[in-house]
């Protein structure tokens, strides 16, 4: 049996990047993904990177396998890159499924591995509702034989958002459902208002507090709102409504490792599970589903297991993006959570239409609301909407993380003409 230093199950950002941390600790190291084709995980392969690829690409097209077949090529030369990395790195790299066949031991294609530690990066998978030969997983956005004509998502969310704006670009007519009052739960909903008005601009349907409740033959799905019921006919149908962790076929049992009623691998601060020397980070844990969570988890499991000490990961400071068009984003809190939890909050907000670079560009629709204490002037947390506000939470999410004040912040200089310039303009003028 072939022993190591640390065996990670999975191959997604949680995985791959433990990989690197213990090679870079001189671990051996060996990483069991179930089909090399899906290195990466699911950002790689139908999420953050290509979906969004898809969107950037469909500017001023309409050509759907054209757009699909130019971002898979590029995904490609990616994974190829990550797998060179990892082998370069001295990681061995097993393909199979693997669970558990003890708490040291992890059978894999027939053969057994041990590992001194294991760390369970097992990712996440699409929730389902409905068994249909019309309804799909988001994955089949990158299978479609061409554009679609009618569409319908279940479930507004990230996913949600971001396909409506890539199916809409490529000409499809485009309906969401969503069981909720809004789009985006927990996001700044002044925001998520914005995103909704242009999304109706652009001929996207918008059904919240709506269920579907039935899918009839050919497409017809039966909608059930607050007011009235309907039934419309869709060409294609796909269920975004959320992701589990894909923990079932662990064997998680056998190595003692406890699993929650919802499939989360249950774990401490420092993502040791129920077992000691059994590690888990990414989407089988319940934190957020985030490929830059699944990697600071990762790196802070793989300190603990080198030096004993806790890396703390900082989730408030935690910055989110929907890479719709136009982008919603926040980190820390929102204006309403900062009075829900009774912080005397101060607003400063800056309307892109008083943005040269946004007006000169046409793209001056949204804006960004930063939120302060009152009492000691730190940016506790910020809202934006817009078509260039991704690089920006960055930046609104160092200052959250930091405690960066008021008077810091103004400061600072910031290129001008940019979009970023918005914080530093909304600081000084946006009272």
Request: hydrophobic letters at 40%.
């Amino acid at each position: 049996m072939n022993e190591y230093d640390i065996l990670i199950i999975g191959s997604g950002p949680a995985g791959y990047t433990a990989a690197f941390e213990a090679a870079a600790r001189s671990m051996r190291v060996a990483m069991i993904e179930r089909d090399f084709a899906r290195i990466g995980g699911v950002c790689l392969s139908e999420g953050c990177i290509p979906l969004k690829g898809l969107i950037f690409h469909a500017h001023g097209t309409t050509d759907y396998v054209a757009v699909r077949d130019r971002v898979m090529q590029r995904v490609s030369l990616i994974r190829t890159g990550l797998v060179s990395r990892l082998k370069g790195s001295g990681v061995e790299l097993i393909e199979a499924e693997g669970s558990f066949i003890s708490d040291r031991v992890v059978e894999a294609g027939g053969k057994h591995y041990g590992g001194k530690f294991i760390l369970i990066a097992a990712g996440s998978r699409p929730k389902r509702f409905f068994d249909h030969p019309q309804v799909y997983s988001s994955e089949a956005i990158f299978s479609l034989s061409s554009a679609p004509d009618r569409v319908l998502i279940i479930g507004g969310g990230v996913v949600g958002c971001e396909y409506a704006t890539f199916l809409s670009m490529i000409g499809a007519r485009v309906d969401i459902v969503e069981v909720c009052d809004s789009l985006l739960v927990g996001e700044d909903q002044e925001a998520v208002r914005v995103m909704v008005r242009e999304f109706k601009k652009k001929g996207i349907g918008i059904c919240t507090n709506t269920r579907v409740t039935e899918i009839r033959a050919s497409g017809m799905a039966v909608l059930r709102g607050p007011e009235k019921e309907e039934t419309r006919e869709y060409d294609v149908i796909f269920e975004t409504a959320g992701r589990v962790p894909a923990t079932e076929g662990l064997n998680c049992a056998a190595a003692g490792v406890t699993v929650t009623d919802r499939g989360f691998i249950a774990v401490d601060n420092s993502y040791r599970t129920s077992v000691p020397h059994i590690y888990a980070a990414g989407d089988c844990i319940d934190t957020p589903m985030l490929a830059y969570t699944a990697a600071r988890e990762a790196e802070a499991a793989v300190h603990h297991i080198a030096t004993g000490e806790i890396l703390t990961v900082d989730y408030r400071s935690m910055p989110r993006v929907v890479f719709s068009i136009p982008q919603v984003g926040g980190v820390g809190c929102t204006e309403a959570e900062a009075r829900d939890r009774g912080i005397e909050a101060k607003v400063y907000r800056r309307y892109f239409r008083a943005l040269g670079k946004a007006v000169v560009e046409g793209r001056d629709a949204g804006f960004v609301k930063i939120v302060t204490d009152a009492n000691t002037g730190a940016i506790i947390g910020a809202s934006a909407v817009g078509e260039e506000i991704a690089d920006m939470m960055n930046q609104l999410a160092l200052m959250v993380g930091c405690g960066i004040t008021v008077g810091q912040a103004r400061a600072s200089f910031y290129v001008h003409p940019s979009y970023s310039e918005i914080i530093l303009d909304a600081l000084q003028y946006g009272e």
